[in-house]
């Protein structure tokens, strides 16, 4: 089979524990491209997180797909290919759900995060992280109902709590959302069906490439679904165990060039 396209995670998987793209790495995915591969940075990070791993690659052509693929974009143009977003009266849903089970909730307004809990150990992570800045807002739904409508809601909370509360949300949201963890201590609310491999079907077809055509590597539980969507699904050795469980192959870590080691084994 010879391999079209291939879609990175970024955070454990594209980027070491330091979140830099190691040289060896960048090389790699620069001569992916010139060997004709569609490239994809898959994430869960909003647009404006990704910009800065694109700039770093520094390689025309890239594809974003960003809030765990909400929305799909072309790097460097900037032109939106796709995009889907929550209402304000499922936003709503999402933070009185939030707020009954005692976790805090975040959202995105542009290039920054927007909530009521700035210092939340998570959300300063997911602001740090992103390279984005934060907006303290004393009403999360008043200024939810002034931007109409939002990319995503994320939860905040440590692992052990959201694993209880997770299929609770999903069960209550499960008419309008996709719910589900990028990390242990993320959890995703979603415009209804959309993931990374829905996300990465639409780009495909927009590309003449076929799934059983494309590489995806990823780490977390928000990529378990292109792991299992494309034809070849492969898993970091630092990955979740469950998502290992849906991989064909395996590489090393993100501490080893992993995604260096699957580029060069299936496409140069």
């Known amino acids: 089979m010879k391999y079209r396209a291939i879609a990175l995670d970024l955070d454990g998987t594209l980027t070491n524990s330091k979140k830099d793209v190691t040289e060896r790495t960048k090389e ?14 898959a994430s869960g990070r909003p647009t404006g997180g990704v910009l800065p791993v694109a700039r770093e690659l520094n390689i025309d052509g890239i594809y974003i797909l960003s809030y765990n693929g909400a929305q799909i974009s072309r790097y460097k143009s900037g032109e939106v290919l796709y995009s889907q977003s929550l209402s304000f009266d499922t936003a709503k849903r999402a933070y009185n759900l939030a707020k009954e089970h005692g976790i805090n909730i975040l959202s995105y307004d542009g290039d920054c995060i927007f909530t009521e809990t700035p210092d939340d150990v998570y959300a300063v992570k997911e602001a740090t992280l992103n390279r984005i800045g934060t907006i303290a807002v004393p009403s999360f739904l008043e200024h939810a109902k002034k931007l109409g409508t939002l990319t995503k809601c994320l939860c905040l909370a440590d692992g052990d709590k959201l694993e209880k509360i997770e299929p609770i949300i999903r069960e209550s949201l499960k008419d309008v959302c996709s719910v589900y963890r990028s990390e242990p201590y993320f959890l995703e609310i979603m415009p209804l069906n959309v993931d990374k491999a829905a996300s990465l079907d639409i780009l495909l077809n927009k590309l003449n490439i076929k799934r059983e055509e494309l590489i995806a590597c990823g780490d977390g539980f928000n990529d378990i679904s292109m792991i299992e969507y494309a034809g070849l699904g492969i898993a970091m050795e630092n990955a979740q165990d469950v998502v290992k469980e849906k991989a064909d192959a395996f590489t090393l870590s993100n501490d080893e060039d992993g995604v260096a080691c699957v580029i060069e084994k299936y496409l140069l």
């Open 28 to 41: 790699a995915v620069k001569s992916a491209k010139e060997h004709g591969a569609a490239l994809i940075l």
